[in-house]
């Protein structure tokens, strides 16, 4: 267990629709980080933040969106969903915000169906 | 661009056999380096880390790596497998002090009983 934690586990949905991600860090941990993996792109970052703000950005299409709370959690929107939206959405947390070990997260499954 | 090479994308061994996965990454300058693994259906796990220091660096379940620099290369290696090794292997990359950390595709490792 990592200490990193995401919910939900699986979400199924249909083309067009918007859901949300959530991501808990591990306690002490600033930085939270975003990837999706599918089978045919591999693991690809998508984006970060530190502290409440944006660090970095990666592979981010304009229908996502994120943001961390006061609190540190955060959330990844995904809207007008596609099919190959589908994949499995992992969510990181490291201390600080330069570089260094990475904590992953169980992972959430989404099915667009 | 910076980018990250794992060499095989599918390796098949008996147990006991001797175990060697590439990676070459393209940076020029100093970097992080990192092997994470993910068992089926799991989230990655750190494998191992470099970040200073002595290059050959020694991980979890008799894993190690060794970081050449001339090579820009971070092999990964374990000198016997066993079943349970079966898993996806990724390499990672982060310049020291960024924030992104830049994955390989990984190598899927299958072990045979």
């Known amino acids: 267990d990592s200490g990193v934690t995401q919910t939900p586990k699986h979400l199924i949905t249909a083309t067009g629709q918007r859901v949300t991600l959530r991501c808990s860090p591990r306690?002490?941990?600033?930085?939270v980080y975003w990837y999706q993996q599918s089978l045919d792109q591999g693991l690809q970052f998508l984006i970060q933040y530190y502290n409440g703000e944006e660090r970095a950005k990666g592979n981010i299409l304009e229908r996502f969106s994120a943001q961390q709370f006061p609190d540190l959690h955060s959330e990844l929107n995904l809207s007008s969903l596609e099919l190959g939206d589908s994949a499995l959405y992992f969510c990181?947390?490291?201390?600080?915000?330069?570089?260094?070990?990475?904590?992953f997260g169980p992972g959430t499954r989404l099915l667009v169906l | 661009a910076q980018s990250v090479s794992q060499h095989n994308h599918h390796v098949i061994l008996s147990e006991a056999a001797s175990l060697e996965l590439g990676c070459n990454y393209s940076?020029?300058?100093?970097?992080?380096l990192f092997w994470y693994v993910q068992y089926p259906g799991q989230h990655l796990q750190l494998l191992l880390k470099?970040?200073?220091?002595?290059?050959l660096v020694k991980g979890i379940k008799g894993f190690e790596a060794e970081f050449i620099k001339s090579k820009f290369s971070f092999n990964l290696r374990k000198p016997s497998v066993q079943w349970s090794d079966t898993a996806e292997y990724f390499c990672a990359v982060n310049l020291n002090r960024d924030d992104k950390i830049i994955f390989g595709k990984g190598t899927r490792l299958h072990i045979l009983p």
């Open positions: 470099y970040f200073s220091g002595d290059p």
């Open positions: 990181a947390s490291s201390v600080g915000g330069g570089g260094g070990t990475q904590y």
């Open positions: 940076y020029g300058g100093t970097v992080n």
């Open positions: 306690s002490g941990d600033l930085s």
